[in-house]
């Protein structure tokens, strides 16, 4: 699950509000989008609401859910999908943390961080990469008082989520990338068209993107039913 923004009309002024996309693998291997939703504001009811429709239309199981670090998420998914694993996306958290250092220091984070999340290696558990990301945070945040924090929050172990899954598909299931692709595809059409007249205007244009690319129903490469991959199953 990811967002994107768009601008659209409501009281009389224009706004950016939120829309999230969430979109599903499913057993074939094929992509599907399971639902579009406008939510202005962060909050666990809001995002009780979503699983509760996702799961009313026939979503009975999801193996793992991987979304940013939206407020109130987890709380959510376990009141209504409680068996699912909560993996938050690692490129947004890189991002993130480079934006709060300088220039200078980029560099080194970013490689700080490439050994903390590895993926592929079998022998890399949850248990060293947390320990490696305290070390992480200790280290940097003798200078950025914001990550120090990070090192501070328990909430940071669903970024290593992924660890728990086979090493051959840890890259494909820490980042919500996938979902990327899609949100270019509603960017080029919006592009052509402003600030949307009001809600329903977004979801009907962007449903008809999303239902329209034929990519979406190709089976993910890398990706097989070997049930001993995905833990929960």
Wanted: hydrophobic residues 35%; charged residues 30%; glycine residues 6%.
């Amino acid at each position: 699950m990811d967002a994107i923004h768009i601008k659209i009309h409501r009281k009389r002024s224009v706004a950016t509000e939120a829309f999230y996309v969430v979109l599903g693998v499913k057993e074939d291997k094929k992509r599907e989008v399971l639902g579009i939703y406008n939510r202005p504001t962060e909050s666990a009811a809001g995002w009780e609401d979503i699983f509760r429709d996702v799961q009313s239309r026939g979503a009975g199981h999801i193996g793992l859910l991987v979304s940013d670090g939206l407020t109130g998420l987890d709380s959510a998914l376990s009141v209504v999908y409680p068996k699912t694993l909560l993996q938050r996306c690692v490129t947004h958290l890189k991002r993130n943390m480079l934006s709060k250092v300088r220039h200078g220091d980029k560099m080194e984070l970013a490689e700080d961080l490439r050994e903390v999340f590895r993926t592929g290696q079998k022998d890399y558990t949850k248990c060293e990469a947390w320990q490696n990301w305290t070390a992480l945070c200790q280290k940097w945040g003798k200078d950025y008082r914001s990550i120090k924090r990070m090192g501070e929050d328990i909430s940071y172990k669903y970024y290593f989520t992924y660890l728990q899954f086979h090493p051959r598909i840890q890259s494909m299931v820490y980042t919500t990338n996938w979902i990327e692709r899609l949100n270019k595809d509603f960017r080029r059409v919006l592009k052509m068209r402003g600030a949307m007249p009001n809600e329903e205007s977004v979801l009907v244009l962007i449903g008809k993107v999303a239902m329209d690319k034929d990519a979406y129903n190709r089976e993910l490469p890398g990706i097989d039913r070997d049930k001993t991959l995905f833990p929960g199953e």
